[in-house]
């Protein structure tokens, strides 16, 4: 806040206090309705109240600052100058509303009410005013509902299914015998006003207010009240958004899309946010109010094919404002307008939510344009890193889908809302949905319902994908389910969705609660029955090569994007891959090599010769055993130098502790092994047995585990060394250059790191006095427990590279167990002890400090050390863009996570320039 004391930021009649800087303060809502009334967008006049003003409520118990209520009565003179109508006027009442808006929008999450000023005189006034009774009693019954709802909370109680309001509105309705809302007469509506009034009386016990003023004060209350509201808190939580940031306050005249066929209420995008393609869209409602196009109560239409036709004044109007925001702010707009009498006026601007499909089409097609340049495309807000993964993710199997249409399992069509496919369970309430999610993840749900609010949140985010009966591209659903990447089919009107029932039919096919349904959110068709997936169009071009890239246009914008991206960054990116096939579609990905191959998950393919290797007694038999494994691993890794194409190939000694491959687990689920292992390696049962008991561990992750093997067990690095080697030799003399790089795990002593780098040495010096040559390749260690990365200069002397293992950093950091944390982080994060999961994103305090402290000592002793990241941490775009601030030189991440840190790491080098 520039000013501390000025509490009031007036815009209208072409000025404004505020302007699109100030949008910590004005939230986005605000400062852009000054913007717009800045740069000429006709904006009705009002006033923002600035976010500082909700924390002091907040921290006040509902108190305002001093000086508050005097700036808000000289504003509100001042719109009433500006808009040439007075507050409670018996001639002509100004009446206002009064909406949320914080830093970053949250669509539906917090409190808005429309008509404030409305009472038995001035309802009267607006009738005269406006030539309009039907108009003002529906204005002065929308209102009360509104306040009584969100103010006074008069809202179902548990025993009631329905809003008691919609229940008198829908019984108004059928003795009116009318279908819609605006079939109702002045008369009925005046009936339904008393009537609202005295639900109100009844619930509360106060009369409704009818002082304007006072109407206003208990909506500003309501409004801040509302940025602590759960759905709000939850959403914060998912978004990352600061409890502490508050939400602004904005009040602001009204305007009315409900006066006569001439008027219209509308959304609108300045291209279309789910494909990406361009051209102004949007929905719109004639004679109607806004929140009925956004509630998705009402069906509205398409402003890109019918407005055109209906009203072509309004259209050319909204498409000129559309070009002159979309240049002003170099970014698609996502506007609120409403038509009085055949002007359009503008009563929100923002930057447009979009799918990840969206999100590169856009940012690809401004730079073509020349609205923008390829840094600006890249920047974080237009393409969150994470939204990549949409561009990945599966479609219908087109076989399969077309078997499920010549079997009449098409069910219906709505809007294709938000792109994907998905196929579940039907799910028809939110809470439902979360319980089932939380009894068992890993079933598919899909959340039917007619229409939904803000307070689905939760189930919307439990479920796979979202359906509903009403509503339009720009509904509640659609917004909700497009930013959260789920698949979204909205307005599928045939839809017949009986809550009470539990059912959801199509004229007489009828489906029940848990019965399977499909929706495709790039067609918005719907299927009864599931429909098996298949991989998206860039897997098909990158991985599959089943589509030429010609062929492929969201390809060829994608591989632009990369090629900018790759332009930029300079953090390197790898993939953590085991076999040679990932490896394949990690580097088609765009990786640069493999930062990360767990060498174990190749033993698993040999359990025979690694049982007998633990469980032998001398140090020859175990060598025997450990011998025969060796060919296993050179092969492997040959696979691996092959597909790497001289790319560097980072690859771990071996890490898990032994009973992972064999312990009682084992013993008791397969109830013959004990003898089958006597039998193989000529000891006792009992010996068997007794050996695999010794083997048990209390704490196996902070046991007989990492280094600690290979140091135990000499002969067990020295294989490993000689099949890296033996394989490298091989696949150099095939005229493949070879990069190998020897990792040792869980280091803490450098004494440790001596120990195993002198047998991979040792080993490889033999293998190239054998076969008469030699290969470059570094000894390195992964940084994992604390005092590797306190140590890490001492560490360094040996260490050629490091690779900060942040599974293991975060589990000994933190000392949370990677395995067993599960049972409280929930918690954790509802009750916000934690922002986000450690083990998802870097704990930048804790881990982050290790990580910098052992970047600056193994530096400080090697000052080119190569240092990476291989623990899950390095696919996720926040941690990315920490290790590229941290001076790493790579970040190691499963295939399909690759193009989403080469995204990340580029917005980082961008941010940081
Ligand atoms: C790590 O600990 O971060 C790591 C990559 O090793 P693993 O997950 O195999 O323990
Ligand atoms: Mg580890």
């Not at 939580?237 to 409900?258: F, L």
């Not at 076989?399 to 399992?409: H, M, N, P, S």
């Not at 709505?414 to 009894?439: K, Q």
Request: overall charge negative.
């Amino acid at each position: 806040m520039a000013d501390p004391t000025q509490f009031v930021y007036f815009f209208g009649g072409g000025q404004a206090d505020g302007s699109t800087e100030m949008k910590n303060s004005l939230g986005g809502k605000g400062a852009n309705l000054a913007e717009m009334t800045r740069i000429g967008v006709q904006v009705p006049a009002g006033f923002t109240i600035p976010t500082e003003v909700c924390n002091y409520f907040s921290d006040n118990d509902g108190a305002y600052p001093e000086g508050l209520k005097e700036q808000v009565v000289a504003a509100l003179e001042r719109v009433e100058e500006v808009m040439g109508a007075r507050l409670g006027s018996d001639t002509n009442p100004l009446l206002v509303s009064c909406r949320s808006g914080a830093r970053e929008s949250m669509p539906g999450m917090m409190d808005t009410v429309l008509n404030i000023g409305l009472n038995e005189h001035s309802v009267q006034a607006l009738a005269e005013h406006s030539g309009n009774a039907q108009f003002a009693w529906d204005s002065y019954r929308r209102f009360i509902q509104m306040f009584g709802d969100v103010v006074l909370e008069v809202r179902a109680r548990d025993d009631e299914h329905e809003d008691p309001f919609e229940k008198l509105l829908e019984a108004k309705k059928a003795s009116a015998g009318v279908k819609y809302d605006s079939e109702l007469s002045a008369e009925d509506l005046q009936e339904l006003v008393s009537e609202f009034k005295a639900l109100v009386k009844q619930r509360t016990g106060q009369d409704f207010p009818d002082e304007p003023i006072d109407q206003i004060w208990a909506a500003i209350g309501a409004v801040f009240g509302s940025w602590n509201n759960d759905r709000a808190a939850v959403y914060r939580r998912d978004y990352g958004i600061p409890h502490n940031w508050g939400t602004a306050c904005n009040v602001q005249a009204m305007v009315y899309g409900n006066l006569g066929d001439d008027c219209a209420t509308g959304v609108g995008l300045t291209r279309d946010c789910s494909m990406g393609a361009p051209g102004f869209n949007g929905d719109y409602l004639i004679n109607a109010q806004g929140e009925d196009v956004v509630a998705g109560i009402r069906t509205p239409k398409r402003i890109e094919t019918s407005l055109k036709d209906e009203m072509p004044e309004v259209y050319e109007q909204l498409e000129t404002i559309g070009k002159t925001l979309e240049n002003h702010y170099q970014e698609v707009q996502d506007i609120e307008f409403t038509v009085q009498k055949g002007r359009v006026w503008l009563l929100q601007t923002r930057n447009a939510k979009r799918t990840g499909f969206a999100a590169v089409r856009i940012a690809v097609d401004l730079v073509h344009e020349g609205l923008i340049t390829p840094e600006q495309a890249l920047e974080k807000r237009r393409i969150p890193a994470d939204d990549l993964n949409q561009l990945l993710q599966p479609v219908f199997d087109p076989q399969e889908k077309a078997l499920a249409e010549t079997d009449g399992r098409l069910l219906t069509k709505g809007i294709n809302a938000g792109p994907g496919a998905a196929s579940g369970h039907i799910c028809l309430t939110a809470a439902e949905a979360e319980r089932l999610h939380n009894l068992n993840p890993e079933q598919p749900l899909i959340l039917v319902r007619r229409e939904t609010s803000p307070e689905d949140l939760r189930g919307m985010r439990a479920a796979e994908g979202i359906l509903t009966a009403f509503g339009g591209a720009s509904s509640h659903a659609a917004l909700v389910s497009r930013q959260m990447g789920k698949t979204c089919i909205v307005g599928a009107n045939e839809l017949n969705v009986d809550y009470t029932a539990g059912t959801v039919s199509v004229g007489d096919i009828v489906l029940k609660i848990g019965d399977p349904i499909s929706i495709d959110g790039f067609t918005g068709e719907v299927f009864t029955g599931m429909v098996d997936t298949t991989e998206s169009e860039i897997v098909n071009v990158l991985i599959k090569k089943t589509v030429a890239p010609e062929e492929s246009e969201a390809y060829q914008r994608y591989a632009q994007l990369m090629e900018w991206v790759d332009q930029f960054r300079t953090l390197g990116v790898r993939t953590n891959a085991d076999l040679p096939d990932q490896a394949v579609d990690a580097v088609a990905f765009g990786a640069e090599g493999i930062g990360l191959c767990r060498t174990e998950h190749m033993f698993v393919e040999h359990l025979e010769e690694i049982r007998e290797m633990i469980l032998a007694r001398d140090p020859d038999t175990r060598l025997a055993a450990i011998n025969r494994l060796l060919p296993f691993q050179q092969d492997e890794f040959t696979g691996l130098f092959r597909v790497m194409q001289g790319r560097p190939v980072t690859i771990r000694l071996l890490d898990p502790p032994l009973h992972e491959f064999l312990s009682e687990r084992h013993l008791q689920e397969q109830p013959d092994l004990a003898e089958e292992l006597a039998a193989q390696l000529g000891i006792s049962v009992e010996a068997v047995r007794a050996r695999t008991a010794e083997l048990h561990e209390e704490n196996p992750m902070l046991g007989h585990r990492g280094c600690r093997l290979g140091i135990v067990y000499p002969e067990i690095t020295a294989m490993q060394a000689r099949a890296i080697m033996q394989a490298a030799v091989a696949v150099q003399a095939e005229g493949i250059e070879v990069h190998p790089e020897v990792m040792v795990p869980l280091v803490g002593f450098q004494t440790e790191i001596d120990n195993q780098a002198a047998i991979v040495r040792e080993t490889a010096d033999a293998v190239f006095a054998e076969t008469g040559t030699t290969i470059e390749y570094q000894i390195g260690t992964m940084i994992e427990v604390p005092r590797a990365a306190l140590r890490s200069d001492e560490i360094a002397e040996t260490a050629e590279f490091f690779s900060f293992g942040t599974n293991d950093l975060t589990q000994t950091c933190l000392g949370m167990s990677r395995d067993d944390y599960g049972g409280f982080i929930g918690y954790y994060r509802e009750n916000d002890i934690v922002p986000f999961d450690p083990f998802q994103s870097i704990d930048l305090g804790g881990v982050g400090r290790l990580i910098e402290l052992g970047v600056a000592g193994g530096r400080s002793t090697r000052s080119d050390l190569k240092i990476g990241i291989c623990g899950e941490h390095g696919g996720d775009p926040a941690s990315v863009m920490f290790c590229h601030r941290a001076g790493l030189n790579y970040v190691s991440c499963s295939p399909y996570r690759v193009p989403i840190a080469r995204l990340a790491a580029a917005q980082e080098a961008l941010a940081s320039e």
